[in-house]
Every structure is written in C-alpha cells, then in structure tokens.
C-alpha cells in the first residue's frame, strides 16, 4: 500500500522547506530541532521526512551543503583552511579536513591546489546511496553516489 498523494506532497515541501533553511543557515550551529521549529514540523517529523524523501539524515545533508560551500571556498578565495572551516560551520578545523577528505578524497589544501573541476562521493568511500531519486537531494549529479560541486555559492 503506498503513500496518499496530498501525504507525499506535504512531506516533499517539508523537505523542501528543511533544504532552503540548511542552504541559508548552513553555517550556524544547525540542528534538526531548530529547522523543525523554523518550518513549523516536529523533529520526529523531519528526521522522518530526510529518510523518506531525501534517503540521508539531516546531518548528511547539512554535511554536504557545508561541503560543497567549502569546495567553492577553498577554489576561489585564499582564505586559510581553518578559515573556511569556520566559514562553513565548523569550530574544529581538524574534523572539518577529516570531513572534507572522506567526501573529495583529498586534505582541503591539496584539493585547493589540485588542477581542474571537483567531484565528491556523497558517501563515505563505497557506501551505496538509500536514495532512489537522486534529484531530491542538494547538489546531486545523475549518479546516486555523486555530489557535483556547484560553481557558485549556494
């Protein structure tokens, strides 16, 4: 028995609204508990609806929104790497790095001088995406298991 379409249609503009306050907010100290309050939903709710119709946790979203703006960072302005962490949410640079490498496979600094466009797994190395469609999520390429770095800021 599937979903009622007007039941999958408010979780979808859930989702929706959740990704246009993590793509504004994404560099405070964020939980779900806020951006459910923000959208007028419940934390359960949310969490509930990042399975369901994103297929990532809230922290994985917010994770690769972070991401993709230190990506654009780290490329176009000289900022210092601990700078670009703070920038992007992260008050300890070592687990901004450790994070940014799982995701690009390179530190910040050689990604920063490596030559040409950037692509991210969106999970840690090998891990399959849940996610059937990949179109729901932030900055998905056609490939499930792909995150294609935007050319500009979010």
């Not at 989702?15 to 994404?26: C, F, G, L």
């Not at 959208?39 to 297929?55: H, N, P, Y």
């Not at 962490?85 to 600094?109: D, E, I, N």
């Not at 797994?121 to 090998?126: E, L, Q, W």
């Amino acid at each position: 028995m599937g979903m009622r379409n007007d039941t999958m249609s408010r979780r979808q503009d859930i989702y929706r609204d959740a990704v246009a306050v993590i793509r504004q907010d994404y560099a405070t100290d964020l939980t779900v508990q806020a951006v459910a309050h923000e959208i007028g939903t419940s934390r359960r709710q949310l969490q509930r609806v990042f399975d369901e119709v994103g297929g990532a946790s809230f922290r994985t979203v917010l994770t690769r929104v972070r991401m993709q703006n230190a990506s654009v960072l780290l490329r176009e302005t000289d900022a210092p790497v601990a700078a670009v962490a703070r920038r992007v949410g992260y008050s300890q640079p070592a687990q901004f790095a450790k994070t940014f490498r799982r995701l690009y496979g390179a530190a910040p600094s050689a990604y920063r001088n490596s030559p040409g466009p950037r692509v991210a797994a969106s999970h840690p190395r090998g891990a399959v995406a849940r996610r059937p469609d990949a179109r729901h999520l932030v900055g998905l390429g056609q490939r499930a298991n792909v995150v294609q770095v935007a050319p500009t800021p979010l």
